[in-house]
């Protein structure tokens, strides 16, 4: 049984090394769909995702749930929040990066779990521990670094991290498997997505007709880009503690801000590195204490389990 549960673990922990890295390499790909413009990426990734969600939902057999979601207008609002959210998300990400800001599109996914944690304050009422408000204190800080490093607030990071942040919270509401998820969000997305394709086509501007097949392939390959990650993360977090998958989550970023700093060699003066280093403070702090917690918790779980056996015996007796 426990071999069988390391073995478990092992196989999560590798999907979510896989999803990770995939969405940290993905600052690649983007450049390779030029001369297409960030919208006209944006549309066919939305395009091309449900197609390939579809497929894969034929191929495991899993509709039960779009019955379901069709009778709960509640789940379906929330769902069509989640699709404008991550439209909004997508569509800047493809565009800072195809314009050479890979690094500040990276500092968005670092302070993701900062602005989690505050909209889990102002909205949800949570209570925060002190090294949490250590850590949201210097995320602020080092917001206020990058603005004056970049002569402006760092826009693009905020949206970024906003947003995704949004969206995780509206999907903790609605409930939904990763790929099912995906799959609703996408039928929101297709028929926009599809009319404006539509329409650039008839403009004459639609670089998919215009620059070849082998462009065209990579335009449909968008859907597949999108949905890998998503299968190998939802076979990582049914296998591997939360704790866990927190920590993995900061491979993106890193890939993406090593991209941007190695391959596209973007700059990065004093100020910046001072901002990026508060960022790392911060998220050291909030993971140490993530870490704590997190044993704290199994420890009493396992005393409550020790009083608990005794108890047992003694009514068996």
């Known amino acids: 049984m426990t071999g069988n549960s ?9 999907n979510g090394f896989a999803a990770y890295g995939m969405w940290g390499l993905v ?19 939305m395009t091309w995702s449900l197609v390939f ?16 979601l069709i009778r709960q207008p509640r789940r379906l609002a929330l769902i069509a929040l989640a699709a404008g959210v991550i439209t909004v998300n997508w569509g800047l990400y493809i565009w800072s ?25 102002l909205l949800l009422k949570e209570r925060l521990r ?8 210097v995320g602020f800080a080092a917001v206020v670094v990058l603005t004056v490093g970049y002569g402006r607030p760092p826009w693009i990071s905020l949206v970024l991290a906003f947003s995704f942040a949004t969206y995780g919270l509206v999907k903790k509401k609605v409930n939904l498997g990763g790929i099912e998820s995906l799959a609703a969000e996408t039928a929101i997305q297709f028929l926009p997505a599809l009319g404006y394709l539509a329409w650039l086509t008839a403009r004459g501007e639609s670089t998919f007709t215009s620059e070849g097949p082998g462009h065209a392939a990579l335009l449909a390959a968008t859907g597949i880009v999108t949905a890998l990650p998503l299968v190998c993360f939802g076979a990582a977090a049914i296998r591997v503690p939360l704790s866990t998958l927190g920590l ?42 993530a870490w704590r917690s997190a044993r704290r918790s199994r420890m009493a779980e396992l005393g409550e389990a ?8 003694a009514v068996d007796a």
């Open 27 to 45: 600052p690649l790909f983007w450049p390779l769909l030029k001369p297409a413009g960030a919208i006209e990426i944006l549309a066919h990734r």
């Open 97 to 121: 990066v195809n314009t050479g800001h890979v690094v500040e599109a990276s500092l968005g996914y670092f302070i993701n779990p900062l602005v989690t944690i505050a909209i889990g304050v």
């Open 306 to 313: 020790r009083v608990e056996k005794p108890r047992s015996a």
């Open 53 to 68: 969600v579809a497929i894969a939902l034929v191929v495991v057999r899993r509709w039960a749930w779009a019955g379901e």
């Open 130 to 137: 002190p090294a949490q408000w250590a850590a949201v204190g």
């Open 248 to 289: 993995l989550q900061y491979l993106a970023p890193v890939f993406q801000f090593l991209l941007g700093i190695l391959y596209f060699h973007e700059a990065m003066p004093a100020e910046r590195w001072a901002g990026f280093a508060l960022v790392w403070l911060a998220l050291t702090l909030l993971t140490a204490d």
């Open 6 to 14: 390391g073995g478990e673990r092992h196989t999560g922990v590798l």
